[in-house]
């Protein structure tokens, strides 16, 4: 069965310093993987997606940034983050070129100070 | 730009079924209705999709009217696990061809004993 992690699962970094949030998937192959950000209260923003290695796009200009160095790991960036960056991070995968149900992972909630 | 229309929030007796209403008369004819649901943080779960008819799963049921404007997820007898956030979607065709889900702020249903 797949499994999708995310780690860490809460984090509270100070304004301008760096960011670096991951996500693994186990127990399939060539998957889609998307970021998305939920602010409180919120509904879920697509912050980017990627079909394959090294194959990333981002739905909303920002200063994050995604890198997918291996099949199933995908990492969410920032050089220095800020206020408004806080919020619910998640992770998930879809079966490339299949259905487009999404399976999302625990998620990460971020607090910047 | 979310392409659905829920109402904020609902109240359901255990036991009872609990039905949860949804507009998207914007759909077009070849997009498929999603729904979705978040347990307070954790990250959302896929509960049914469909297009024209109606789906039924081991979760719930999907009806989609005639004119596919509207739909309507059932919970047939809805246990307080139960209670969560359940968002109706539309997949958005993006200009790379991608499709995308855009999920609305949803309806925040309360499942009471």
């Known amino acids: 069965s797949q499994t999708i992690h995310q780690w860490p699962a809460t984090l509270v970094q100070p304004v301008g310093s760096p960011l670096s949030l991951e996500c693994t998937v186990e127990?399939?192959?060539?998957?889609?993987l998307y970021w998305y950000r939920q602010a409180a209260g919120r509904g879920l923003q697509l912050l980017f997606y990627?079909?394959?290695?090294?194959?990333i796009s981002s739905e909303v200009p920002q200063n994050l940034s995604a890198s997918r160095p291996q099949d199933r790991q995908f990492i969410l960036s920032s050089k220095k983050l800020l206020l408004s960056d806080s919020g619910f991070y998640l992770c998930a995968w879809s079966v490339l070129g299949g259905g487009y149900e999404q399976y999302f992972g625990p998620g990460t909630r971020l607090t910047v100070t | 730009d979310a392409k659905t229309t829920q109402p904020p929030s609902m109240d359901c007796a255990e036991g009872r079924a609990a039905n949860l209403p949804c507009n998207h008369s914007t759909i077009s004819g070849n997009e498929y209705v999603y729904w979705y649901r978040q347990i307070h943080s954790q990250g959302p779960q896929y509960i049914i999709h469909g297009l024209k008819n109606n789906e039924t799963n081991e979760m719930a049921s999907l009806i989609i009217t005639e004119d596919r404007k509207s739909s309507t997820l059932i919970l047939p007898h809805a246990t307080l696990r139960d209670t969560a956030v359940y968002y109706c979607?539309?997949?958005?065709?993006?200009?790379?061809?991608?499709?995308?889900?855009?999920f609305g702020t949803g309806t925040r249903l309360l499942v009471s004993p």
């Open positions: 990627s079909i394959g290695i090294d194959q």
């Open positions: 979607i539309v997949r958005v065709p993006m200009n790379t061809g991608f499709q995308k889900l855009v």
């Open positions: 127990g399939t192959s060539n998957p889609n």
